[in-house]
């Protein structure tokens, strides 16, 4: 008892130092902006009330002339810290004009795992660098990764990445909702008029056409909300702030100049960001004659449509209804695979509920063995994108640590049913239904082991001693990993690369070489040493097994003799996880079924072939 507890409190403590508190903000300086825009711009101060920087042109006929206000210059992670992959925002520059077009947009920083390569994080700014020349006025759809990337006045259509569905809805989501917070809380009309557009899942090009819950049928203005999102939240709060340090003369000299509202992010497989109409914007400030002036009045232009805003604002639907909308349609579109996993599962618990059937015949229990290893790495590995990872966890702690919510992992629906399972199987088993069954890298080092036995090459059996030390090293990496999440997260980035499944599952050993041969490394490790990552080097691994006190079933039949005198099973076993006194160590326990097949085996359990000879005995006369 008081070991469990020991166990408990180390793991409450070690979650806990992941759940400190982070905050994330823009670090831009002026003179970091003057650099990134372009030479003709003049960068403003950053604005009083927002953390926005305006961006003037001189008139090159009259020099003596104010500069004139064209665009607005900001970081997203002020506005919108959408959390990616890694569950840490991603930070974009913006350049938006006065009539909501994005002159540029340019990824700073992202922690997403499989892009931190120059090569991924090429492949995020491209995606990023697709929304310039866009504006609000577009319906913008995330397509796949080959998507010929077609727009017109109306639609947009932009290339999505490869295994990057999460990172570059985040991007999507970020862009979208930090440009409504800049431009709704600039509103003249203040906070009640703040209109910031709800979106869904296109099902079609047709239906991006045809937006629904309109008050006039032959409008093709969305509906909008006035007070569903954060943007509009934290829009509001600038406007009223803005608002009442504007003295009251100079209110009377305002100009408004129109400025856009835009729509919520859409999900990146088929993502969708609606059209929106313009809104009015206040531009009142002080005028200067030099590049680093701040904000002028500025003359509306003409071609600038006017603001309209709905009579009917309850009728658009909510962020959350439309964030769930989203969920529903990233789970549908992957039903088939959604579909197979279930079914897997359905076989895998069976069969381990009716272990002893199940492992009566060695042989069988083999090919059984084998033919759903492959499945795990075949199709949960590297066809559905499956692979559990220490990542998702550390996503978890740094998201809750800053305030976020675990949504981001909603889009991914084969994690969310694996978590799941692997929830429910480690109160019931432990550790080993995931580590023994599901892991798709587990497999790959198990079926290796397989192919090395077939050739004749045997992995080799550790001293206890050395095994038991060894087996510990994989919860120190798990405790440094957890402590760098807060104290040190470039570190915690180069530990999180310690899980080679990222190279050897999710990119196909498609990485820069380093990567590659850690992972290589790790396979051929199990050529010699069973399942030696598993067993001393995995920290997701230790994370499952930190927490086998709350197993609820020693599920190994034993009987008295085992440990003293027969030690069969403990010979037997390829990962070492019986003691010389007989008791089964569940943490390192990985559910192959072996020493279950042998308590059945009258052939190979000692207690049984001496009740057989026994026996015998009694029956010769």
Same mark, same amino acid.
């Given at each position: 008892?008081?070991? /469990?507890?020991?166990? @408990?409190?180390?793991?409450?403590?070690?979650?806990?130092?992941?759940?400190?508190?982070?905050?994330?903000?823009?670090?831009?300086?002026?003179?970091?902006?003057?650099?990134?825009?372009?030479?003709?711009?003049?960068?403003?101060?950053?604005?009083?009330?927002?953390?926005?920087?305006?961006?003037?042109?001189?008139?090159?006929?009259? +020099?003596?002339? =104010?500069?004139?206000?064209?665009?607005? %210059?900001?970081?997203?992670?002020?506005?919108?810290?959408?959390?990616?992959?890694?569950?840490?925002? &991603?930070?974009?520059?913006?350049?938006?004009?006065?009539?909501? *077009?994005?002159?540029? %947009?340019?990824?700073?920083?992202? /922690?997403?795992?499989?892009?931190?390569?120059?090569?991924?994080?090429?492949?995020?700014?491209?995606?990023?660098?697709?929304?310039?020349?866009?504006?609000?006025?577009?319906?913008?759809? &995330?397509?796949?990764?080959?998507?010929?990337?077609?727009?017109?006045?109306?639609?947009?259509?932009?290339?999505?990445?490869?295994?990057?569905?999460?990172?570059?809805?985040?991007? *999507?989501?970020?862009?979208?909702?930090?440009?409504?917070?800049?431009?709704?809380?600039?509103?003249?009309?203040?906070?009640?008029?703040?209109?910031?557009?709800?979106?869904?899942?296109?099902?079609?090009?047709?239906? @991006?056409?045809?937006?629904?819950? @309109?008050?006039?049928?032959?409008?093709?203005?969305?509906?909008?909300?006035?007070?569903?999102?954060?943007?509009?939240?934290?829009?509001? !709060?600038?406007?009223?702030?803005?608002?009442?340090?504007?003295?009251?003369?100079? =209110?009377?000299?305002?100009?408004?100049?129109?400025?856009?509202?835009?729509?919520?992010?859409?999900?990146?497989?088929?993502?969708?960001?609606?059209?929106?109409?313009?809104?009015?914007?206040?531009?009142?400030?002080?005028?200067?004659?030099?590049?680093?002036?701040?904000?002028? +009045?500025?003359?509306?232009?003409?071609?600038?449509?006017?603001? %309209?805003?709905?009579?009917?604002?309850?009728?658009?639907?909510?962020?959350?209804?439309?964030?769930?909308?989203?969920?529903?349609?990233?789970?549908?579109?992957?039903?088939?695979?959604?579909?197979?996993?279930?079914?897997?599962?359905?076989?895998?618990?069976?069969?381990?509920?009716?272990?002893?059937?199940?492992?009566?015949?060695?042989?069988?229990?083999?090919?059984?063995?084998?033919?759903?290893?492959?499945?795990?790495?075949?199709? &949960?590995?590297?066809? !559905?994108?499956?692979?559990?990872?220490?990542?998702?966890?550390?996503? !978890?702690?740094?998201?809750?640590?800053?305030?976020?919510?675990?949504?981001?992992?909603? *889009?991914?629906?084969?994690?969310?049913?694996?978590?799941?399972?692997?929830?429910?199987?480690?109160?019931?088993?432990?550790?080993?239904?995931?580590?023994?069954?599901?892991?798709?890298?587990?497999?790959?080092?198990?079926?290796?082991?397989?192919?090395?036995?077939?050739?004749? #090459? =045997?992995?080799?059996?550790?001293?206890?001693?050395?095994?038991?030390?060894?087996?510990?090293? #994989?919860?120190?990496?798990?405790?440094?990993?957890? %402590?760098?999440?807060?104290?040190?997260?470039?570190?915690?980035?180069?530990?999180?690369?310690?899980?080679?499944?990222?190279?050897?599952?999710?990119?196909?050993?498609?990485?820069?070489?380093?990567?590659?041969?850690?992972?290589?490394?790790?396979?051929?490790?199990?050529?010699?040493?069973?399942?030696?990552?598993?067993?001393?080097?995995?920290?997701?691994?230790?994370?499952?097994?930190?927490?086998?006190?709350?197993?609820?079933?020693?599920?190994?039949?034993?009987?008295?003799?085992?440990?003293?005198?027969?030690?069969?099973?403990?010979?037997?076993?390829?990962?070492?996880?019986?003691?010389?006194?007989?008791?089964? *160590?569940?943490?390192?326990?990985?559910?192959?079924?072996?020493?279950?097949?042998?308590?059945?085996?009258?052939?190979?359990?000692?207690?049984?072939?001496?009740?057989?000879?026994?026996?015998?005995?009694?029956? #010769?006369?």
């Amino acid at each position: 008892m008081c070991k /469990k507890l020991r166990d @408990l409190l180390a793991v409450i403590g070690l979650i806990l130092c992941g759940l400190l508190p982070q905050a994330y903000a823009g670090n831009l300086a002026k003179g970091d902006i003057e650099r990134m825009v372009d030479y003709f711009y003049g960068v403003g101060e950053i604005l009083p009330d927002l953390p926005v920087y305006p961006l003037f042109v001189k008139d090159a006929a009259q +020099p003596e002339a =104010k500069p004139e206000l064209r665009a607005y %210059v900001f970081e997203t992670i002020d506005f919108a810290p959408a959390r990616g992959y890694s569950g840490k925002p &991603i930070n974009l520059l913006i350049i938006m004009d006065l009539s909501g *077009n994005f002159l540029k %947009v340019r990824l700073l920083d992202h /922690k997403e795992p499989l892009f931190l390569d120059s090569a991924g994080t090429l492949k995020l700014e491209r995606f990023a660098a697709q929304y310039k020349g866009l504006s609000t006025r577009h319906t913008v759809e &995330i397509g796949p990764y080959n998507d010929p990337g077609l727009r017109d006045e109306q639609v947009a259509h932009v290339k999505g990445v490869q295994q990057g569905t999460i990172s570059v809805k985040a991007i *999507n989501r970020a862009i979208v909702h930090a440009a409504a917070a800049v431009a709704t809380a600039r509103l003249k009309t203040g906070a009640e008029d703040s209109p910031v557009a709800m979106s869904r899942e296109a099902k079609d090009v047709k239906e @991006l056409r045809e937006p629904r819950d @309109l008050k006039d049928p032959k409008d093709p203005r969305p509906v909008l909300a006035a007070d569903d999102s954060k943007a509009a939240a934290t829009a509001r !709060a600038a406007a009223e702030t803005a608002e009442s340090r504007v003295p009251a003369a100079e =209110k009377k000299n305002e100009v408004t100049t129109p400025a856009p509202s835009l729509a919520q992010a859409g999900p990146a497989s088929a993502g969708r960001t609606g059209p929106v109409t313009p809104v009015g914007e206040s531009v009142a400030a002080t005028a200067s004659a030099t590049e680093s002036a701040l904000a002028q +009045p500025v003359e509306e232009s003409a071609a600038s449509p006017s603001a %309209v805003l709905p009579s009917n604002p309850s009728a658009a639907p909510t962020a959350s209804s439309t964030d769930m909308q989203d969920w529903i349609d990233a789970w549908q579109s992957r039903s088939p695979h959604i579909l197979i996993l279930l079914s897997g599962l359905t076989v895998l618990s069976i069969g381990l509920i009716a272990q002893r059937r199940l492992s009566a015949s060695p042989k069988r229990l083999r090919s059984l063995r084998t033919v759903y290893l492959l499945f795990t790495l075949g199709f &949960i590995g590297w066809t !559905a994108q499956g692979q559990l990872t220490i990542v998702n966890l550390t996503a !978890a702690l740094e998201s809750l640590s800053s305030g976020g919510d675990l949504g981001f992992l909603m *889009n991914d629906p084969m994690t969310i049913i694996l978590w799941l399972f692997v929830g429910v199987t480690l109160l019931v088993w432990g550790r080993g239904t995931f580590c023994g069954w599901l892991c798709p890298f587990g497999a790959l080092q198990e079926l290796i082991s397989l192919l090395a036995n077939a050739i004749g #090459k =045997k992995q080799r059996r550790l001293r206890a001693a050395l095994d038991a030390r060894l087996k510990g090293l #994989k919860y120190l990496i798990l405790a440094v990993l957890i %402590v760098s999440l807060y104290a040190s997260p470039p570190l915690a980035e180069l530990l999180v690369e310690i899980e080679p499944f990222k190279t050897a599952i999710s990119l196909y050993f498609m990485r820069d070489w380093p990567y590659v041969a850690w992972a290589v490394f790790c396979l051929l490790l199990s050529v010699f040493v069973y399942r030696g990552y598993c067993r001393y080097i995995c920290p997701l691994g230790a994370a499952l097994a930190s927490v086998g006190f709350l197993r609820v079933w020693s599920w190994i039949p034993r009987r008295q003799e085992c440990g003293t005198p027969c030690q069969t099973c403990r010979h037997r076993c390829e990962y070492q996880a019986i003691s010389p006194a007989g008791p089964i *160590n569940y943490r390192e326990c990985f559910q192959c079924l072996d020493c279950v097949s042998i308590y059945q085996d009258e052939q190979r359990c000692f207690p049984l072939i001496r009740l057989r000879t026994a026996e015998r005995a009694v029956i #010769k006369p």
